[in-house]
């Protein structure tokens, strides 16, 4: 009998708990959040494209000597920094020095030919061909006042062939002189010649003694080295590798469908790890043919590069500037991704409440987030405390106060 009291109390005891708790909840007030909001309009922004890629020289060049030869000394190392004119490496000279003294006696033996050979054309010959041609006409002369003689009778025949024969042997003087004159002018030419060769002779010998020194045409950057002091150099093969660094080029792949917007002048931000200046570079070249490996089209960004920051090899971050837009942007945290979509939370003013929307998005740029559809001008989305919303809450503006 007192079991069954304990139990009928018990079950009173539990029955006002329940109601307590009942009444306690409904008495309860619904709990109104607070939010920040901003109003959705068009915003410009500009239109960028990020992509890196390697630094290059903006010329290089592989030095090589004009001869063969024993490489005497490299002077440089790869890395080195060389001006314009320094050297930067030079071939043994012993033969090439041989060369320019052989060269210069023949050319003095040329030259003592060449002026003996003018002197007897100047000297000998035009007397030679006077005294012949003086010597003739006298003979001429001679000849005619004999032969009149011999026609008036006043002579023998024997006087006239007498004349007549030294007449014969004068003519062949004076046309012996001529042709003396003629082989002189043709000695001195040949002289002329030889001379000529020989000075063409000295002059190579003195260049290829000039160019066993191997300059740098440009200031820039050893990129390679690539023989040694001692081995021989074949002409024409590169010995190092210089880059010209005072501008340079970084060198990127553009997607095949962004390609189409790069164009030349196009203005670039650059940036390189380790490095905390920033760069400003140009579009200067966009090829015309993908990458079969990558499919992109590799664009030169030509930068400046005075103080030699900019390395070959280096790995630089590019922000490409290609144009102005205007869109719909709303700050990216404003959206949320829900199993139906993207959906954002709009404020009522009127009733202090919120309704879900759905809404269709573009590209991320930066902190915010395209909206192609789903909103409209003037419409006020949560921006703060949408995380804990659902559709039709009633919430206050941050900073009121609740009533």
């Not at 500037?321 to 959206?335: E, R």
């Amino acid at each position: 009998m007192i079991e069954r009291k304990r139990i009928s109390i018990w079950a009173a005891v539990l029955c006002a708990l329940l109601l307590t708790g009942c009444s306690d909840k409904g008495q309860e007030k619904k709990e109104v959040r607070s939010i920040s909001v901003a109003t959705v309009s068009d915003a410009a922004y500009t239109d960028t494209l990020n992509v890196s890629g390697n630094v290059t020289p903006v010329e290089t060049a592989n030095l090589s000597f004009k001869l063969d030869g024993k490489l005497k000394e490299v002077y440089v190392r790869e890395g080195d920094a060389v001006e314009m004119g320094q050297k930067v490496a030079e071939l043994s000279m012993e033969d090439y020095s041989l060369q320019v003294r052989v060269a210069q006696a023949q050319l003095r033996a040329a030259e003592a030919q060449y002026a003996t050979a003018k002197m007897q054309l100047d000297a000998d010959a035009p007397s030679k061909i006077a005294q012949a041609k003086a010597q003739f006409v006298l003979t001429q002369k001679t000849y005619n006042r004999v032969k009149i003689l011999y026609e008036a009778q006043a002579v023998s025949q024997s006087d006239l062939d007498e004349i007549s024969a030294k007449l014969a042997a004068d003519s062949e003087t004076y046309n012996q002189a001529l042709e003396g004159k003629t082989m002189a002018v043709a000695q001195l030419e040949a002289a002329a010649a030889q001379k000529d060769q020989a000075e063409a002779a000295a002059d190579k010998a003195v260049r290829d003694l000039k160019d066993t020194s191997l300059n740098s045409p440009m200031r820039g950057v050893i990129l390679k080295k690539l023989m040694n002091d001692g081995e021989t150099a074949a002409a024409g093969y590169p010995v190092v590798v210089i880059g010209r660094t005072d501008e340079v080029y970084i060198e990127v792949g553009v997607p095949d469908e962004q390609i189409n917007q790069i164009k030349h002048g196009q203005s670039a931000d650059i940036s390189v790890y380790g490095i905390d200046t920033a760069f400003k570079g140009s579009v200067s070249g966009i090829g015309a043919l993908a990458d079969s490996n990558t499919r992109t089209f590799t664009v030169k960004i030509r930068v400046k590069n005075p103080t030699g920051e900019l390395k070959p090899g280096m790995i630089a971050g590019v922000i490409l500037y290609t144009g102005s837009q205007k869109a719909v942007l709303i700050p990216l945290d404003s959206v949320l991704q829900r199993a139906d979509g993207s959906v954002v939370f709009v404020y009522d003013a009127a009733s202090k409440t919120v309704n879900r929307r759905t809404v269709t998005t573009g590209e991320i740029r930066g902190n915010a987030i395209e909206i192609l559809s789903g909103l409209e001008f003037g419409d006020q989305i949560v921006t703060e405390g949408q995380f804990l919303l659902y559709d039709g809450d009633s919430v206050q503006l941050a900073g009121e106060v609740q009533s």
